[in-house]
């Protein structure tokens, strides 16, 4: 009865349950962010991330050799027009890691761990808007358990800083609104321009890290004008201009034209053209051509299996406490609008998109807070039906619907974000009709895997994008390029592949034509190839 008692108290406080869960999480990750590969995009991220501070070097400025281009790494094509409002605040802590002796990639996968625990938090506190602290928990856990959102939050320095910012700068907002509708008596202007403040410099920063930053801010304009007091709404004047310098400052892209680079970036980001080619049931797309239903299937079949039904139920109630006014609707419509707009952008301008839905990660809060008004519902209903037995039916409730999550947490690791539900099938199912291992963090295991063979030298041919293999490869393997140097693979060499936009790796699940293979849950991402 007294345990019983603590549980009840422990989870009906508002600090305990996120102060729970950010410990688990945190013993987690820091037992397993050794077991993530470098991915694709980020050595080069990375590079830009170690130049970008020559921009805001006076010795650089007062040189006489002043080249800003030098602030942007070694592919400053590629970078120049990103944002680099995370970098700029994460690469110290990155490289405090690095002299400590984590290796590069090591470092900056914890130090984007320990970022994305803010959103963590702040969720949690979104969550609370519209129910109890169990069911905030719940919610919370829910979202940041989805195996994509799990290892993304390691490998990926772009779209779940992104997701943060996004959530903090609404919820900022939010707050903002509230205060601008409700002042205090007496209260001076350079009193409500500190009010708008902070704010502002949180949208300016999500303005930063991705073009659609600005979204945040007009949903919270939305949400101001329900509180019916329109002559305050002039203090979203201030709001946008301090954001806009925001930006500008912290991005120096921007700075030789302000106005002119940021429209280029926008019309150039809006559309975000490129063809790469897409695995898409079975067959290969270029990625400005895919089909309509491919954001809708990747949502599906990615997230898992809880997700959409508790969302759907969690809408439904949502509209019946809104109609008994027993939920606030005025926040919660612009936070469905988080979701819906950008989805309905994707359905009606067809941009290219591909490596799933990770560029439209930040859309998916929106479905967890339904999730978990959906699960206060179920609570709110043991409590009242079932008292004596309420606290342990509700965890288990819990637990049920984390399960998948954990499932794959434990079957596909260090691979989570290779995960597909059961609607389709599972990872094995999928695999080879869809993309797994994208972003080629397989390379790691595969390199450690050739090392007991290597002997005293060899050749490792590697498919592409070569320089994630020469990262982990000790002196004793040579790294080349298969793209570029195909015709110089010689007999005794290794040939590693990969199952990006590679339907035809399947083939290779044959043992006696393969040396070594990555892979888990029935699916290969990487073979290595004797020849």
């Known amino acids: 009865m007294l345990l019983r008692q603590r549980l009840v108290a422990l989870f009906h406080s508002q600090a305990s349950p996120i102060l729970i869960l950010l410990i688990i999480n945190l013993i987690i990750g820091f037992l397993t962010f050794r077991d993530y590969g470098f991915s694709l995009d980020e050595p080069l991220y990375y590079d830009y991330a170690e130049s970008i501070g020559y921009a805001y070097s006076p010795a650089a400025w007062f040189s006489g050799d002043f080249d800003l281009t030098r602030a942007y790494g070694a592919s400053p094509a590629d970078h120049a027009n ?160 301090i954001a806009y310098l925001v930006m500008v400052i912290t991005w120096p892209y921007l700075w030789e034209n302000p106005i002119g680079k940021f429209i280029e970036v926008v019309r150039f980001m809006s559309y975000n053209p490129t063809t790469l080619r897409v695995l898409f049931y079975g067959h290969l797309y270029p990625a400005n051509e895919l089909p309509l239903r491919y954001l809708p299937a990747m949502l599906l079949f990615t997230l898992t299996e809880p997700v959409w039904p508790l969302a759907g139920l969690g809408l439904v109630v949502a509209i019946v406490r809104i109609a008994h006014r027993r939920l606030d609707w005025k926040t919660l419509l612009p936070t469905l609008g988080w979701f819906a707009i950008p989805f309905g952008y994707v359905l009606l301008r067809r941009p290219p998109m591909y490596d799933g839905f990770r560029h439209f990660l930040f859309i998916v809060p929106p479905l967890f807070v339904l999730a978990g008004i959906a699960l206060q519902a179920a609570f709110q209903w043991m409590q009242h039906v079932l008292p004596k037995g309420k606290p342990w039916l509700q965890i288990a409730l819990l ?54 063979f290597a002997g005293q030298g060899v050749n490792l041919f590697v498919q592409r994008e070569f320089y994630i293999a020469a990262y982990y490869a000790p ?57």
């Open 399 to 452: 637990l049920m619907v984390l399960l998948p999550s954990l499932l794959a947490a434990i079957s596909l690791h260090p691979y989570e974000y290779t995960y597909y539900n059961q609607f389709i099938g599972g990872t094995g199912q999928a695999a080879y009709r869809f993309e797994t291992d994208y972003w080629l963090t397989c390379y790691k295991d595969a390199v450690a895997q050739l090392e007991p």
């Open 82 to 241: 990103r944002g680099p409002a995370y970098l700029l605040l994460t690469r110290l802590p990155a490289q405090w890691l690095q002299d400590l002796g984590l290796d590069k990639a090591s470092a900056w996968h914890l130090v984007n761990f320990l970022a994305f625990q803010v959103g963590v938090y702040f969720f949690y506190r979104f969550c609370l808007r519209w129910m109890q602290p169990l069911a905030a928990f719940a919610a919370t856990a829910f979202l940041f358990s989805q195996p994509v959102v799990w290892e993304h939050a390691f490998i990926n320095p772009k779209d779940p800083p992104f997701l943060t910012f996004f959530l903090v700068t609404l919820e900022a907002g939010f707050r903002m609104a509230e205060r601008l509708a409700n002042p205090r008596p007496g209260e001076s202007g350079w009193e409500t321009l500190r009010v708008v403040l902070l704010p502002s410099i949180l949208l300016g920063l999500t303005t930063n890290l991705r073009v659609l930053g600005p979204l945040a801010g007009g949903l919270a304009g939305s949400y101001f004008l329900t509180l019916k007091r329109p002559k305050r709404i002039l203090w979203f004047l201030p709001y946008g201009l």
């Open 475 to 531: 002196p004793n393997i040579t790294v080349l390029d298969a793209d570029r140097l195909r015709k110089s693979i010689q007999p005794g060499d290794y040939l590693l592949m990969n199952s990006r936009a590679n339907p035809s790796l399947q083939r290779y699940r044959d043992p006696h034509q393969i040396v070594l293979r990555v892979g888990r849950g029935g699916a290969l991402f990487c073979v290595t190839q004797r020849q």
